[in-house]
């Protein structure tokens, strides 16, 4: 999809009114278009220009880059700088933020000090245990999960922390979550992904679709829900 004030790739759109990105992707999953997005893997560097070479494998091919936050469990540098990184050369990309290794004060940091450079797409995730990664050591924080992240996200979004105290101005933030419809309980997925969209998400990731007759049933019955007109869903591949 090509919008008229589009710039060359690399370079953000204007924000639109009633919007709060100036990416791509806002304005794809608004208009109903077919959006895609890709995964960055964060670079086990300190070079900005590491970080730079991977996004630019994507220019013109996706509406937004995803810089994941410790996947898997794993150590790589953070996606709030990945994030800034790419913003600074003009990319509206989406940080991911994990619960398994912030508190509640550090994640309304991250999403504060993301906003104010430009990081407005969050896409809010509980994470996976720390046993799964390189660091079996490391102690889980899982102050919060998913859902709670993104009413936090919501609270600040309207001018406050989670402690009241006043945010001046809030954060423009366009807030995602992820959705898992092939875990058991299956019948219980689409109502999960019903209470992320009532706690605040705008658009819903799902994770990689190894079986598309289970994907089929889950999204039956999200329709059935009517989910699907309250929220786009990308479907995850790999």
């Not at 494998?57 to 990184?85: E, P």
């Not at 402690?163 to 092939?182: V, W």
């Not at 209470?195 to 799902?206: H, L, M, N």
Request: proline share 8%; hydrophobic share 40%; with cysteine.
């Amino acid at each position: 999809m090509k919008f008229e004030d589009e710039p060359v790739p690399g370079y953000p759109l204007p924000i639109l009114p009633g919007h709060v990105s100036p990416g791509r992707l806002e304005r794809v999953l608004r208009s109903g278009a077919f959006a895609v997005t890709s995964e960055l893997d964060p670079p086990d560097s300190a070079d900005p220009q590491d970080v730079y070479q991977r996004a630019r494998i994507f220019d013109g091919v996706v509406d937004a880059i995803n810089a994941t936050d410790g996947s898997g469990a794993n150590c790589h540098m953070s996606s709030l700088a990945v994030c800034a990184l790419l913003t600074r050369i003009g990319y509206a990309p989406v940080m991911q933020i994990s619960c398994r290794d912030k508190n509640r004060i550090a994640i309304q940091g991250d999403i504060l000090g993301g906003a104010a450079m430009g990081v407005c797409n969050v896409l809010c995730l509980t994470g996976d245990g720390v046993q799964a990664g390189d660091h079996p050591q490391a102690k889980p924080v899982f102050d919060l999960d998913s859902m709670q992240l993104l009413g936090l996200a919501a609270t600040l979004g309207r001018g406050r922390y989670l402690s009241g105290r006043e945010i001046q101005p809030a954060p423009d933030l366009f807030t995602g979550a992820t959705e898992n419809p092939f875990a058991p309980p299956y019948d219980f997925r689409p109502l999960r992904l019903m209470k992320k969209v009532e706690s605040g998400a705008r658009f819903i990731q799902t994770q990689i679709t190894y079986n598309v007759a289970r994907f089929v049933a889950f999204m039956d019955r999200v329709r059935d829900l009517g989910l699907d007109k309250r929220v786009p869903i990308l479907a995850g591949v790999a």
